[in-house]
């Protein structure tokens, strides 16, 4: 069992739906969490970081943890085809470095 | 502020040859992590330096080494390619140990091996 299990898609909506990427974790020592969002012949660009559980929002974009039950998600109101892109999640006991462990991505299409 | 940079963004290569790329962090960032992406595997840790120190390493053969200089930047070599080694090479940097920040990314180096 991998510690960060992200269902790799690929997700299609239509422009203006509500998205909802999710990602399981198996380690309960993991206090941080992460989502990247990565465009094609690119790197993987930082959406949002959040620490323990609750939600943060920024924008369109809504985090969520759950450490109860090791349940993070990514909520994308008005969804854009800008937005489509391989979005993925990261959980890490620590900040940085070698203890953060990536789920596998989930491709999102976001068709106008 | 500008992000990580990494050269070069495309390399060729054939089995047998070593490679080096080459990774400037963030300003002010002093720990650099090494990824390898693959369509199979996902992003999979090389590993980390700090203050020109290996702090960790992923689980890859002694053929992928890497250094880190006095001003942060990093180097990752990688010998006696083999076709498996084709893949997107990331680094990713954060301002240290303790300072709560996460990592990020540059655009990588597209390796493919022939």
């Known amino acids: 069992q991998k510690e960060v299990e992200q269902d790799p898609g690929p997700l299609s909506v239509p422009e203006g739906a509500i998205v909802s990427l999710n990602c399981t974790y198996s380690?309960?020592?993991?206090?941080?969490f992460m989502w990247y969002r990565q465009y094609s012949r690119k790197g993987p660009e930082l959406l949002m970081y959040?620490?323990?559980?609750g939600n943060k929002e920024d924008g369109r974009f809504t985090a969520q943890v759950d450490k109860s039950s090791k349940y993070i998600s990514l909520f994308i109101r008005d969804s854009q085809p800008s937005d489509s892109a391989t979005y993925l999640c990261?959980?890490?006991?620590?900040?940085?470095?070698?203890?953060?462990?990536f789920g596998a991505g989930t491709r999102l299409f976001v068709k106008a | 502020k500008a992000g990580v940079t990494q050269t070069p963004r495309y390399l060729i290569k054939t089995r047998g040859q070593q490679v080096t790329l080459s990774c400037s962090p963030i300003?002010?960032?002093?720990?650099v992590s090494w990824y390898q992406q693959t369509p199979g595997q996902g992003l999979q840790f090389l590993f980390e330096?700090?203050?020109?120190?290996?702090?960790n390493k992923g689980n890859f053969p002694g053929r992928f080494s890497g250094r880190q200089f006095s001003n942060s930047r990093s180097e990752m070599n990688v010998s006696t390619l083999e076709l498996g080694d084709s893949a997107l090479y990331l680094c990713?940097?954060?301002?240290?140990?303790?300072?709560?920040?996460?990592?990020?990314f540059g655009d990588g180096t597209r390796l493919s091996i022939l």
């Open positions: 380690n309960s020592a993991f206090q941080y």
């Open positions: 959040t620490y323990s559980s």
């Open positions: 330096y700090f203050s020109e120190t290996q702090r």
């Open positions: 990713a940097s954060s301002p240290g140990t303790g300072t709560n920040q996460p990592q990020h």
């Open positions: 990261a959980s890490s006991p620590n900040t940085g470095g070698f203890k953060t462990i």
């Open positions: 300003s002010g960032h002093r720990s």
